[in-house]
């Protein structure tokens, strides 16, 4: 059974970048037909997909976050990572690593809290 963990800090300052991991464990992160997704969900509203990356290391951004949004990949140590630049309080969320499969997600980590505040 597939874990995922995401882990970075809950508070980031505005105009910083805020980072995240997702560790995985339990299953590989190289298969060919997963994909490693970043989606998080702001206070009192609903999930937004933010981004993906693919066994081939190629990437997929959602258009109103692609010019600050980068999603990384350390096989070695099965963690894929976000970083959203120019952060303001609109981007504070909790922030999911979740597991795509055959166009569906079907694996999610916990969920981190992370507030933009000075």
């Known amino acids: 059974q597939v874990q995922l963990q995401e882990s970075g800090p809950g508070l980031v300052k505005p105009s910083q970048t805020l980072s995240l991991t997702c560790t995985v464990s339990?299953?590989?992160?190289?298969?060919?037909?997963?994909?490693w997704n970043w989606i998080r969900q702001p206070p009192g509203k609903g999930l937004e997909w933010m981004g993906a990356?693919?066994?081939?290391?190629?990437?997929v951004y959602s258009p109103s976050l692609k010019s600050r949004t980068s999603i990384s990949r350390d096989s070695s140590k099965m963690q894929f990572s976000l970083q959203l630049s120019s952060v303001t309080p609109d981007d504070t969320a909790v922030y999911y690593c979740?597991?795509?499969?055959?166009?569906?997600?079907?694996?999610w980590g916990q969920g981190t809290q992370v507030t933009v505040s000075s």
């Open positions: 979740v597991r795509g499969y055959n166009w569906g997600f079907d694996s």
């Open positions: 339990g299953g590989s992160i190289t298969k060919s037909y997963y994909a």
């Open positions: 990356i693919f066994s081939d290391l190629s990437t």
